[in-house]
C-alpha cells in the first residue's frame, strides 16, 4: 500500500478537547480565499493540548473562486459565529482567533458576542491597493485578478486551498466586512493578542495601527514576526504563534488564577524591549 500524494481537500475540522482544557473552546477562521487547510497546523496543536477547537469552512472557500464571487461577507460571518455559537454552547469559555480576514470576523464576533479573548495572525482591516476604492465599480468591468504574491517567501510551497483567481466581486464583500469590523471594535471586551508579520504583502501596517487606536488598553500582547510572512501559521514564525497562543488561552481562562479574562493589561511587544514598529 503506498501513500496517496493527493492533498488534502479543505474540509472543516472539529475537537471535542480533552484533560484540563477540554472546558475551553477556541473557533478559528481562516483568511480570504483560504481554506481551514492554512490554520490546521495551529488548530491540532491546540487540539494536542486539550482544547475543545473548531475551524468552519467558510462559505465559497475549498471550492472554486466562482462559488467565492457568488457568497457574501454575512454568509462568511454567520457561519464562523454560528461555529463559535455551538463550540460555546459546549464548554465553560470560548475564545475566537483568526488569520488575515479570519481575525476580522473573530474580532467582530467579539464585538457582538461575550468571547473569553481573542488571538490574531495578521489581521485584515485595510488593503494597500488604493483601487479598493472604487471595487464597487470596478467589479463591473474587471472579474477577477491574480492574489497578491510575496516577492521573497519564507515557507515552503503548500496547497492550502488557496484560488488562483480571486473575484472582484468577493473583494467588495471584504471591504465590507473590514468596515463591519472597524465600526464594532469599541465593543470588543475581550484581551486581544495580535501576531504581525514585520513583512506582509498583503495586510498593510494601517490595519494593526487601527487596532492600537480603537481598542485601546484591550490589545493586551503584540507579537512581532521577524521571520514570516502573511500565512505566518504554515511559515517559520508558526511555532512561536501556537506556543504563545497557548499561553495566552491559559493566561486568561477563567479557571485559571493568574489572569482573569477581563484584563485590560497595556499592550506589549512580546519580542522585543522596543514598541512594536507600525511601518513595514
Not at 473557533?27 to 468552519?56: D, K, N, R, Y
Not at 464571487?69 to 455551538?86: H, K, L, M, V
Not at 470576523?105 to 495578521?122: D, M
Request: hydrophobic share 40%; charged share 20%; proline share 7%.
Amino acid at each position: 500500500m503506498t501513500e496517496s500524494s493527493t492533498p488534502p481537500r479543505p474540509a472543516a475540522f472539529s475537537y471535542p478537547g480533552h484533560g484540563p482544557n477540554a472546558r475551553t473552546g477556541i473557533a478559528i477562521c481562516h483568511g480570504f480565499t483560504g481554506s481551514p487547510l492554512s490554520v490546521m497546523p495551529w488548530a491540532e496543536e491546540l487540539a494536542a493540548q486539550g482544547f475543545a477547537v473548531s475551524v468552519p469552512l467558510l462559505p465559497g472557500h475549498g471550492t472554486d473562486w466562482r462559488q467565492l464571487a457568488r457568497s457574501n461577507w454575512r454568509e462568511w460571518y454567520r457561519t464562523f459565529e454560528a461555529a463559535y455559537q455551538e463550540l460555546n454552547a459546549r464548554t465553560d469559555q470560548c475564545f475566537v482567533a483568526g488569520l488575515s480576514m479570519g481575525g476580522a470576523i473573530a474580532l467582530l464576533t467579539a464585538a457582538r458576542h461575550p468571547v473569553a479573548g481573542v488571538s490574531v495572525v495578521n489581521p485584515g482591516l485595510s488593503f494597500y491597493d488604493r483601487r479598493v476604492r472604487v471595487i464597487g465599480v470596478l467589479k463591473y468591468f474587471q472579474r477577477t485578478t491574480v492574489p497578491i504574491q510575496e516577492e521573497q517567501p519564507t515557507a515552503a510551497v503548500t496547497d492550502d486551498g488557496d484560488y488562483s483567481r480571486t473575484p472582484l466581486a468577493a473583494v467588495h464583500e471584504l471591504k465590507k466586512l473590514f468596515g463591519a469590523t472597524i465600526r464594532g471594535l469599541h465593543k470588543v471586551n475581550a484581551p486581544v493578542q495580535v501576531f504581525k508579520s514585520r513583512t506582509d504583502a498583503v495586510v498593510p501596517p494601517t490595519s494593526l495601527a487601527t487596532l492600537r487606536r480603537r481598542l485601546g488598553p484591550r490589545l493586551v500582547e503584540v507579537v512581532d514576526l521577524h521571520n514570516s510572512g502573511h500565512v505566518a501559521t504554515l511559515d517559520l514564525d508558526a511555532a512561536e504563534i501556537f506556543s504563545r497562543s497557548i499561553q495566552f488561552f491559559l493566561d486568561h481562562s477563567a479557571n485559571d488564577g493568574r489572569r482573569s479574562a477581563g484584563s485590560t493589561e497595556p499592550a506589549r511587544s512580546a519580542n522585543a524591549a522596543q514598541p512594536t514598529s507600525e511601518t513595514s
